[in-house]
């Protein structure tokens, strides 16, 4: 059966870095455009950072642009998402999401997702 599965959440200072790494299992995930989202409690789930397959184009939303920078390594079917001058704004639950063909904003046209990843921010 196919899955993610993130790691590397935990609680920072502002200012501090954190890596989120999903690793996928199952299949290959080298075909798949590959997100990172975040949810606030109550709230829907963001789109925060994507790349696609071939690993030529990247997105990121415009309050993450040079401090987040995404990666993936399709031989060993893993996506990162370095965090770098992190804000408390940038609190949430982090969630890896694959889809085929492109990335797209909408979470629910995503085909699979990992369980998701506690990132505390503290001022």
């Known amino acids: 059966q196919a899955q993610l599965v993130e790691s590397g959440g935990g609680t920072v200072q502002a200012g501090g870095s954190l890596r989120l790494s999903c690793a996928g299992s199952?299949?290959?995930?080298?075909?798949?455009?590959m997100a990172w989202f975040r949810q606030d409690p109550g709230k829907e789930r963001k789109l925060v950072s994507a790349i696609d397959w071939s690993v030529e184009t990247t997105y990121y939303i415009d309050s993450v642009k040079g401090r987040f920078t995404i990666s993936r390594d399709n031989t060993n079917n893993t996506v990162n998402l370095q965090m770098n001058s992190l804000k408390p704004e940038d609190t949430a639950v982090y969630y890896c999401a694959a889809r085929i063909p492109t990335m797209v904003a909408e979470a629910r046209l995503y085909d699979y997702w990992g369980q998701g990843t506690q990132v505390t921010v503290s001022s």
């Open positions: 199952g299949r290959s995930f080298s075909r798949y455009a």
